[in-house]
């Protein structure tokens, strides 16, 4: 993982509004910066507009207005083409479902992550290996899905997002399908990651992770309203109150 700091955010989003087609508006004009280094919680209600705002900052959707900026990177300037190269050197993501792909061990799901990197077959396996190692996975690297635990399997996503050392982890209710002692060690390795030097926003509708957070980003009705730091409180709307 880089701990390098960016002259400008990882990500600014400017006046972001999304509308699916039929009608929705899941975003109302968020504005949302978050520095290298950070560790929050976008936290809000079912149907409030997390996973948009999600997919959005991991650049996996464009916004129907306002300003995307990604390391730097104003994402209306890019082609398809150069925003999935972008996304894959930049972002790594971690889903509630793990997202693993079944029949393969631990260690080639984990190098599965770096297939977009240019490095070696060798050098993708020697990399899959130490990320697991650093998942507290160096004994179940041969270990297919199936043969692993929830939390485990966790472990396994995290290590294939952070083998690639992106600038960002973005988490959707990554502790969402576990028991609570491996949600907790699944938190604890966020925490970890995050001292040394990744940047993660984690996506919850739990009050007490998002409470054991840094940073806190409250979202209703697809609009901040609230942006919390440990200690002090910044209101981003009438609203500042909790999210449910
Ligand atoms: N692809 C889509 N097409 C149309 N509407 C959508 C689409 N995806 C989401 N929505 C709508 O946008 C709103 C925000 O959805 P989103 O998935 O971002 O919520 P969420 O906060 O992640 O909720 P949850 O906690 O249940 O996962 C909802 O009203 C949802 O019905
Ligand atoms: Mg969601």
Do not use: W
């Not at 900052?57 to 925003?83: E, K």
């Not at 939390?151 to 209710?173: S, T």
């Amino acid at each position: 993982m880089t701990a390098t700091t960016h002259p400008e955010p990882v990500v600014e989003l400017t006046g972001v509004t999304k509308e699916y087609p039929g009608g929705v508006t899941a975003l109302r004009g968020v504005d949302l910066s978050i520095g290298g280094g950070e560790l929050l919680a976008i936290v809000g209600p079912s149907g409030s507009g997390k996973s948009t705002l999600l997919h959005i900052v991991g650049t996996l959707d464009r916004p129907t207005a306002g300003c995307v900026r990604i390391a730097g990177h104003d994402i209306a300037a890019l082609s398809d083409r150069s925003l999935s190269a972008l996304r894959s050197r930049h972002v790594g993501f971690v889903f509630q479902s793990f997202h693993l792909v079944p029949g393969i061990s631990a260690r080639a799901n984990v190098a599965e992550g770096l297939l977009y990197s240019g490095l070696s077959r060798a050098e993708r396996g020697r990399r899959a290996a130490h990320a697991l190692e650093r998942v507290g996975l160096g004994d179940r690297m041969d270990h297919r899905p199936h043969e692993l635990s929830g939390g485990q399997k966790q472990r396994v996503a995290i290590a294939r997002a952070v083998a690639g050392a992106p600038d960002l982890l973005l988490a959707d209710e990554p502790t969402g399908a576990l028991d609570t002692a491996s949600g907790e060690s699944v938190m604890e390795l966020l925490h970890e990651l995050n001292r040394d030097g990744a940047t993660i926003a984690v996506i919850t509708h739990d009050n007490e992770i998002a409470a054991s957070l840094p940073r806190q980003v409250r979202i209703r009705d697809g609009q901040v309203v609230a942006d919390i730091r440990a200690g002090r409180a910044a209101p981003a709307g009438a609203d500042a109150g909790a999210a449910r």
